[in-house]
């Protein structure tokens, strides 16, 4: 999979890149990420790409043009599954679509800042826009390494073990049961004898009813989905 980022702040999101899960599967070649500064792309001596939005009010926009000579030169080397824009607004990113976003090949991510994007890119560049929650971050940075997170450990060859993110919570609406490891026996606090039965059938069905248990708790919701 190939990743491009546009941002206006691209320095804010190399790190999480630079270690762990994200770090080896860019090592191993899964995976390509690629960082865009919006600031490149305009030719004036101030870098800029923002202005004050059209009919007055608060907070500066992003401008069109530089989005648009951004996105052309990168649509010209290559094709491209899906163009995302994070933005609060977008629909909420869940792991149903995490799992559909790790199957494409090519994506560009457009990381929103200031008061948003002139709505003519919306309108004519990007195919999915994508939220990570109902509230407003200073940029749409952060959601963009979320989404890159969510979406990587998810390539097969990324994880050590390929069955661990199929085991996740959400995979299948449900949360994750609970997990245990040695000694069995901590200060008198005991792991569930089952456990350590070796009856694998008897093991999966207590974990099943866990999970059920755990999410009609704490996210019934899930379940009437």
Not at 46 to 51: F, G, K, L, S
Not at 107 to 112: A, E, K, R, S, T
Request: net charge negative; charged share 25%; hydrophobic share 35%.
């Amino acid at each position: 999979m190939r990743i491009d980022i546009i941002s206006v702040v691209p320095e804010l999101m190399r790190s999480p890149f630079e270690a762990s899960i994200m770090k080896r599967s860019i090592e191993k070649g899964l995976v390509e990420v690629h960082f865009h500064n919006l600031r490149d792309y305009v030719t004036d001596n101030y870098r800029q790409i923002d202005d004050y939005q059209f009919g007055g009010g608060a907070g500066m926009v992003m401008m069109i043009e530089p989005i648009d000579k951004c996105i052309s030169e990168l649509k010209a080397a290559r094709s491209y599954d899906e163009i995302i824009y994070m933005t609060p607004d977008g629909e909420t990113l869940n792991q149903g679509m995490a799992n559909s976003i790790s199957l494409l090949k090519n994506i560009i991510i457009l990381c929103g800042h200031y008061k948003g994007v002139d709505q003519r890119v919306r309108d004519q560049f990007i195919t999915k826009e994508i939220s990570i929650g109902d509230y407003v971050l200073s940029g749409g940075e952060l959601g963009g390494i979320i989404l890159c997170d969510s979406i990587i450990r998810l390539i097969p060859g990324v994880l050590g073990n390929e069955t661990s993110a199929l085991t996740d919570s959400f995979q299948d609406n449900l949360l994750a049961p609970p997990i245990y490891t040695r000694p069995a026996d901590y200060k008198g606090w005991k792991v569930p004898e089952v456990l350590t039965s070796g009856n694998f059938p008897k093991i999966e069905a207590w974990r099943e009813e866990q999970a059920y248990q755990h999410t009609k708790k704490r996210r019934p919701d899930l379940l009437d989905e």
